[in-house]
């Protein structure tokens, strides 16, 4: 069952919470329980018996001040029932829980109660709870109820175990690159005392011997294995990683390490007195995953090219260095040893998996669909393959068959918020706005700080034509991630189609600013140009662009020339009314007529004659343009021939991104279908 979170800030509670905790500290005394009430907001996934912990917020210092379980739900409240507490300023910090190592990548800054806690970092939380309450209720600051077990303090010893290649037959287990669950086995009862400890694990393989310092974790759990012969083997197992590359050691000092534990020949063995200890602990460090370089992923390469010499039919050293190949950029020659690996062992699923991923980069998307199907036909509860396959069969257009997938991946991992987000998108594609924000709701009920489900909510309300929810979403989105491009851009399109032309033009600065420091240059060129035109265009315009007109009739360009004078470089900023713009939807089957951009939402209904209300609505008057390029056609720079329906590009312009639209035919459904004298009377407004 999930670890749910819920926070507490005095400034909101006053001194109810301390009267709280001095309550149950009574109670605990008194060998009594301790039930209160808290609100769960609009978290609708509590489930009754879930465990709990309680964070303070706000002022400092922020941390964990009790832990208990949900004994009662109604109406956006729980009841639950502490096991322990510490006093309010005596918290378990979320800062100093950060540093641990056994936290690296967990998320602690949560928006609001009920969010759920990642359950692989669960058990390191309890321990470390654990102490700290033995700790504080040793100082009077901490109690716990009977039901409550202490520890033993944790990560107070390190061990060491030896791996020899050739007679365990291989490398032992994790991937480079990645945090992982690690273990190793052992038939030394003097492991049944190592739990919260460190393992330090070296492997020697070929001849001579190479000694490598492979991995780093700490113990979580303990399992005994009695085989058929009534041997007792000893599984340790927790979180840590792989040191990226694996470390020769070959001095002198490892020498006297080597001869301290035996030659590795005694087994698991506490190094709590090695003065080579402090060696391993800060090599550890040096070489965890997230102070990983290409140099330090070529040295891996390494590694696993050296014990390819050895055992050229060693498939996981194939895969492994498929995946270092990878992370270096070097696809084809990942793609090459993921090969080697199904070839060698054909039921290989995660291989398939990786090679799917490595053609997808590639842009092979019928290869990586054909990999990912083998991966699921394999292993048929492998989420992440289902969730693979699915994001590009929404790249190649299949958006059902996407959201298929995406509903079989969430159905095996329901905590997946990236797959809600992506089957929100495929549910926004097509047009299926409700069902989309309601995967968005449901990805930030798992992580409130994903930015992306913030800024995809924030298109689908844009396709709900909701420009407040719409913009506050965008918001919402910038102020997870202030780096955002897009999400600047969109928000500044939006602040323009509601007239609030200052701010919109400092978000499309903003935007511009972005994508020119991530040398996205058409993106940049796009937005200033937009810009150009935004602050160009007279403000009686865009007033008169938010206005409707009232009239009704077939359209006729001739009889629409009224009083209005289109002033130079003057620009309506809208995407046109949406029944107009799903019927060009229709007509150009979902492509700008002239780039054949097929991104629905920058796409934008262009009037060839200016837009006067609904008589102007009319297909024939009507192209659907990305959203840059009806810019330049409004403003006279594109215009279009027509005699023979060919894109013209203003001289000033051929140099640039858009000269290579010059001479482009248009669609044959628009061919037959514009009015050539609306085109007439655009061209001849073009001075050039």
Not at 157 to 170: L, V
Not at 444 to 463: F, M, S
Request: charged share 25%; aromatic share 12%.
């Amino acid at each position: 069952m999930a670890t749910r979170i819920f926070l507490s800030n005095k400034d909101d509670w006053g001194n109810d919470i301390e009267s709280a905790i001095n309550e149950a500290k009574e109670a605990f005394a008194a060998l009594e329980s301790y039930v209160g009430s808290w609100t769960c907001g609009n978290v609708k996934s509590i489930q009754l018996g879930e465990r709990a912990y309680f964070k303070r917020v706000g002022s400092e210092p922020r941390g964990f001040f009790a832990r208990g379980r949900i004994v009662a739900l109604e109406d956006g409240w729980i009841d639950f029932e502490w096991d322990s507490v510490v006093d309010y300023g005596k918290p378990l910090e979320i800062n100093w829980l950060k540093n641990q190592p056994e936290f690296s990548g967990a998320f602690f800054d949560f928006r609001g109660s009920g969010s759920s806690f990642k359950e692989e970092y669960v058990e390191f939380l309890d321990k470390y709870w654990e102490a700290h309450v033995l700790r504080m209720s040793r100082l009077g600051h901490g109690a716990s109820s009977g039901e409550f077990r202490f520890p033993k303090p944790i990560g107070t010893s390190f061990w060491i175990q030896y791996h020899n290649y050739e007679q365990m037959g291989g490398l032992p287990g994790g991937l480079p690159g990645y945090e992982n669950e690690l273990g190793i086995s052992t038939n030394k009862k003097s492991v049944l005392n190592a739990e919260g400890d460190t393992v330090f694990l070296i492997v020697g393989i070929g001849e001579p011997r190479r000694y490598y310092f492979w991995s780093r974790f700490v113990v979580e759990g303990i399992e005994q294995v009695v085989d058929e012969e009534g041997k007792i083997t000893y599984n340790a197992f927790g979180n840590g990683w792989l040191l990226n590359p694996p470390q020769l050691l070959n001095s002198e000092k490892f020498s006297e390490f080597q001869r301290f534990c035996g030659n590795f020949g005694l087994g698991f063995t506490k190094i709590d007195n090695s003065s080579y200890l402090e060696i391993l602990k800060h090599l550890s460090k040096t070489y965890e995953p997230q102070s990983s370089n290409n140099r330090s992923r070529i040295g891996t390469e390494k590694f696993y090219t050296y014990v390819l010499s050895i055992n050229p039919r060693d498939t996981y050293a194939y895969y492994c260095r498929g995946l270092i190949r990878d992370q270096l950029e070097n696809t084809q020659a990942a793609i090459e040893d993921y090969s080697e690996a199904i070839r060698i062992e054909s039921d290989f699923a995660d291989a398939y998996n990786h090679r799917g991923l490595a053609h997808f980069s590639l842009g092979n998307l019928d290869k990586a669909i054909e990999d990912f199907s083998q991966a699921m036909s394999l292993a048929p509860d492998f989420a992440d393959a289902y969730h693979n396959r699915g994001f590009i069969r929404s790249i190649q257009g299949d958006k059902q068959g996407a959201i298929e997938d995406y509903n079989q991946a969430i159905q095996l991992n329901p905590d997946d918020a990236e797959a809600y987000v992506n089957r929100g998108i495929a549910h926004s594609d097509l047009e299926n706005y409700q069902e989309a924000i309601q995967d968005y709701n449901q990805a930030l009920n798992i992580n409130p700080n994903d930015a992306a489900a913030y800024y995809n909510r924030g298109i689908a309300h844009k396709g709900l034509e909701d420009k407040q929810s719409e913009i506050e979403n965008y918001t919402k989105a910038l102020e997870i991630d202030p780096e955002f491009a897009d999400a600047y851009h969109d928000r500044g399109i939006a602040r323009s189609e509601i007239g609030d032309i200052q701010e919109a033009v400092e978000d499309l600065q903003k935007a511009a600013a972005l994508y020119h420091q991530n040398e996205m240059t058409d993106d940049y060129q796009n937005v200033m140009e937009f810009i150009q035109a935004l602050v160009a265009a007279p403000e009686e315009e865009l007033t008169a662009a938010q206005e409707l007109a009232d009239t009704d009739g077939t359209f006729n360009p001739v009889n629409i020339q009224d009083a209005r004078k289109r002033v130079e470089r003057s620009i309506v900023l809208r995407r046109g009314q949406s029944e107009f713009r799903r019927s060009l939807l229709d007509v150009y089957k979902g492509r700008c007529a002239i780039s054949d951009c097929d991104a629905k939402q920058a796409l934008s209904a262009a009037h060839i004659i200016p837009y006067r209300g609904d008589n102007t609505n009319h297909l024939s008057n009507g192209l659907l343009l990305r959203a840059d390029i009806h810019i330049l056609f409004d403003l006279h720079l594109i215009a279009v021939d027509p005699e023979t329906m060919e894109v013209l590009v203003a001289p000033s312009l051929r140099s640039t991104y858009y000269g290579k639209f010059d001479r482009r035919k248009l669609p044959e459904a628009a061919a037959a279908l514009l009015s050539r004298e609306a085109l007439h009377m655009h061209r001849n407004q073009c001075e050039w």
